[in-house]
């Protein structure tokens, strides 16, 4: 069974939308996860908790370095030769031939970096914040996919899909 929901999750992925029958085909538990897992509160809180949980490894490296890079950025101007364009005149007893070098010019981001010292006591307040608030969100994201699975489970699969096409 779980093979065959796959493939059914796969091909809904694949295609962007379900039919009544696939949901006929899906279990109330599985209609309620495929719902579910796509509400909209869920993947903000979800994304929300991913770039906290990003920030908290920025935390710990400065903390295991016990500093941090910063970087000094400039944009400098660079001039590359793109083409040569060259033209012979002819005259009776001679000949003359001038060329032109046309330039490119590109602006290219040229950066130093520099190894400044932290205080430890402020970045473990930091990551102590950070760990909070990723405890937070994923109660909040729990309570808000229970809600969720305790409305969609109780729903036929007709139901299910005017909710999901609304």
Request: charged share 20%; hydrophobic share 25%.
């Amino acid at each position: 069974m779980k093979l065959k929901v796959f493939g059914m999750a796969a091909s809904v992925m694949l295609f962007g939308c379900v039919t009544v029958e696939q949901f006929e085909k899906m279990s109330s538990s599985e209609r309620a996860d495929f719902i579910c897992s796509r509400d909209k509160t869920v993947i903000n809180l979800q994304s929300s908790i991913n770039n906290s949980l990003y920030g908290k490894y920025a935390i710990q490296q400065k903390i295991s370095n016990g500093y941090e890079t910063k970087s000094n950025c400039e944009s400098v101007k660079v001039q590359t030769p793109r083409s040569v364009s060259c033209g012979t005149t002819y005259g009776v007893y001679t000949s003359n031939t001038n060329c032109n070098v046309y330039n490119d010019t590109q602006y290219e981001q040229r950066c130093t970096e520099s190894h400044v010292p932290i205080n430890v006591d402020t970045e473990k307040e930091k990551l102590q914040q950070v760990n909070n608030y990723i405890n937070s969100a994923e109660k909040e994201k729990s309570e808000a996919y229970s809600r969720c699975y305790s409305h969609i489970y109780k729903m036929s699969p007709e139901e299910v899909y005017l909710y999901y096409n609304q």
